[in-house]
């Protein structure tokens, strides 16, 4: 068997973060390491185009985006690309953020707060066409039985924790259709539906709720 050439062997690492600190924090923790080559972007809008311009192998991408978040751009990126690999990364170490991001399409998920080395092993396993979980969320989501069930957040799909996080930041129900490529009424729908899961009346108080869950 002919033995692999050194350019097939690197992996393409794209890194979609709005913290610069972040991003050179990676590439420092990632720079031991001459086969992963690495890009970066700061938002959505960016990092969905350096997907179609780069192909990268994997895409970790922060949640608390600027604009649509980190749950917009990989729905974004796997309609493109159903088989993309990407590892949702946030300062949140809630397991019902693990679990969205799951269902979203994720292959991993790793905590800004957890251990650095995390990141790295995410890495190397999704691009290997693995998945991963930090040992402690992983613990979390196995036995979080009836207190994650009684979350608030747990209620809501991913979808619908993004139109919360942008009613959080302020965005009218017009902007907010705009940002996620929907129509007015299903956003407008998705708010109803959003404030009988959560008990709420008015958009003011989905505004507390969302800030209160650290959306906003």
Do not use: W
Not at 40 to 63: N, W, Y
Not at 82 to 111: C, H, L, T
Not at 196 to 206: A, I, P
């Amino acid at each position: 068997m002919m033995a692999k050439s050194k350019a097939a062997s690197r992996v393409g690492v794209l890194i979609v973060d709005d913290h610069p600190i972040v991003v050179s924090g990676c590439r420092a923790m990632l720079a031991d390491d001459p086969d992963i080559v690495i890009s970066d972007a700061a938002d959505a809008e960016s990092g969905e185009a350096s997907f179609v311009t780069e192909s990268p192998d994997v895409c970790v991408i922060d949640i608390n985006l600027p604009g649509v978040s980190g749950f917009e751009l990989a729905r974004r990126i796997l309609r493109r690309d159903a088989s993309a690999r990407i590892i949702m990364f946030s300062m949140n170490d809630d397991p019902i953020f693990a679990a969205r991001a799951i269902e979203a399409g994720a292959k991993g998920y790793v905590s800004k707060s957890g251990d650095p080395s995390d990141l790295v092993t995410a890495i190397d396993q999704v691009s290997k066409g693995g998945t991963f979980l930090p040992p402690s969320i992983a613990q979390n989501l196995a036995f979080a039985g009836p207190n994650f069930a009684s979350s608030r957040l747990a209620k809501l799909t991913s979808r619908e924790i993004e139109i919360l996080r942008l009613l959080g930041a302020g965005k009218s129900l017009s902007e907010i259709a705009g940002m996620i490529n929907a129509s007015y009424k299903t956003v407008a729908n998705t708010s109803s539906i959003i404030r009988q899961k959560l008990g709420v009346r008015t958009s003011s108080e989905l505004v507390r709720v969302a800030i209160e869950s650290r959306l906003a």
